[in-house]
């Protein structure tokens, strides 16, 4: 099948970048958070009608952020909604926190959310995904399996 060409291409180049001295690899995603605050229980004088209150408001959050595997560093933002404008300004974010430098190279590992294929996105020196894969058929890497050392080196022993 050709998409599973293409999560092996892309594994093979997620460790090539892994091993490269000279690229700083980043792995992004984003959370959503809801809260529904309504109170459940109320008191009332013995005789009166019990209402419940309902506000209309609901907590949403949103959580972007990138991590570096080898250093540990995270850059995040917490925001009210996920978008093209949203994720424009998580890229400005990064862009400052991982500043470019000479001879090296920053790769952003994304999944294949529709607002970052945004045409008019600053990428800044950041670059997306290996291959872009953001413009093809999703490589997500399946929850079940993060990404560890032991993946890394089964997948390495396969190569040699």
């Given amino acids: 099948k050709d998409w599973e060409d293409q999560r092996a291409r892309f594994a093979d180049e997620l460790l090539d970048l892994r091993d490269d001295d000279r690229c700083d690899v980043y792995f992004g995603d984003e959370a959503g958070f809801e809260g529904d605050p309504r109170p459940r229980r109320k008191w009332a004088r013995r005789g009166e009608r019990i209402t419940r209150g309902d506000f209309g408001k609901r907590v949403r959050k949103n959580f972007l952020?990138?991590?570096?595997?080898?250093?540990?560093?995270?850059?995040?933002l917490i925001v009210p909604h996920c978008g093209g404008d949203v994720f424009q300004g998580f890229l400005d974010t990064m862009a400052e926190e991982a500043p470019p430098t000479p001879d090296r190279r920053c790769v952003l590992v994304l999944d294949n959310a529709s607002?970052?294929?945004?045409?008019?996105?600053?990428?800044?020196?950041?670059?997306?995904?290996?291959?872009?894969?953001t413009s093809s058929r999703p490589i997500r890497l399946p929850n079940t399996q993060p990404i560890n050392e032991k993946a890394f080196e089964k997948r390495s022993s396969l190569r040699t």
């Fill in 65 to 76: 952020g990138a991590v570096h595997p080898k250093s540990g560093k995270l850059v995040s």
């Fill in 115 to 133: 607002w970052r294929k945004v045409k008019t996105l600053n990428w800044h020196h950041l670059e997306p995904n290996p291959s872009g894969q």
